[in-house]
């Protein structure tokens, strides 16, 4: 782990003193990271999330959940290429290891774009926490040589499918020597999480400007995602408490015609809020704090 320069923020009600690297920029205190999900569902598994609601029978292939996933890959995610083009923001886009295998072009316009690419696991039915130790680790190898393959580019940030690791995932990480590791709900800012095996950045994730349990689990409107962000950036201008959050869509979800427009608008509004807000994603991150 390199060295890093660092300032301090002193919080006046309460005297507490937070490092921050010097690649924060001064003045801001919401570092605000760009996420876009892109993922894969192995057959016959569907999306447990879905637009109908109503759970089919069990044993019963819920087809209307594939296709409505399915949008991601084939018209989502180059609507969501186009808002980051359009405003020259650079994204980390999570990407299930199977969807590389299957869409590598749609990957590797990605990566040509200069977004950073992180692993979200092989597909999104199977969690870490329900897997032993041997089956994620295969898992990771794999999904990693999938998107090397699509991409020339090895991932070196991973979120985990629901963002529920195993105990071993962290270890796992560290092994195949990622930098940066998603999984953490706990803090306001990254932190070096040190293991055996070696070093890796928490990273913290935010849930609330999140597309999938903001419209899909809660039934919110495109409205309430900018607004809700925008009363966030407010927030920030009356703290003294830096922090991180999130603005993450996924491409079957808001990557859709009917709702992209509110993921552009996040950004331009972000943009607004320079005097306090850093407009940024995970993989920056991660490079200020390693």
Not at 49 to 76: C, E, F, K
Not at 84 to 101: I, N, P, Q, R, T
Not at 125 to 143: C, F, G, I, K, M
Request: with cysteine; aromatic share 8%; proline share 6%.
């Amino acid at each position: 782990m390199r060295n890093r320069s660092h300032r301090t923020i002193e919080n006046e009600d309460r005297g507490i003193v937070r490092d921050l690297p010097s690649a924060w920029p001064a003045g801001r205190m919401l570092a605000v990271s760009v996420n876009v999900m892109l993922e894969q569902w192995a057959e016959p598994a569907a999306p447990g999330l879905g637009p109908m609601g109503n759970p089919l029978r069990a044993g019963v292939i819920d087809t209307q959940a594939q296709s409505w996933a399915a949008y991601g890959p084939q018209a989502g995610a180059y609507r969501i290429l186009d808002v980051l083009a359009e405003l020259d923001v650079s994204a980390v886009f999570y990407v299930s290891g199977l969807l590389a295998e299957r869409h590598p072009q749609l990957v590797r316009e990605i990566a040509k774009a200069k977004h950073a690419l992180g692993a979200h696991g092989w597909s999104q039915d199977v969690v870490p926490a329900y897997q032993n130790q041997e089956a994620e680790h295969t898992d990771l190898v794999r999904s990693l040589r999938a998107m090397e393959l699509a991409s020339g580019t090895r991932p070196v940030g991973y979120l985990s499918p629901r963002c529920t690791p195993s105990k071993a995932t962290a270890a796992l990480l560290v092994k195949e020597h990622f930098n940066w590791h998603a999984d953490y709900f706990d803090r306001d800012l990254p932190r070096t999480m040190r293991h055996p095996e070696g070093s890796i950045v928490a990273m913290p994730f935010t849930m609330e400007i999140n597309d999938l349990p903001h419209a899909v689990r809660y039934g919110n409107d495109p409205a309430s995602f900018v607004s809700m962000l925008e009363g966030a950036l407010n927030a920030a201008r009356r703290s003294k408490r830096p922090a991180c959050i999130d603005i993450t869509v996924h491409a079957h979800v808001y990557g859709r015609a009917t709702s992209v427009w509110a993921f552009r608008e996040a950004l331009r509004l972000t943009k607004e809020y320079d005097d306090v807000a850093w407009l940024t994603n995970h993989a920056n991150l991660a490079l200020a704090f390693t």
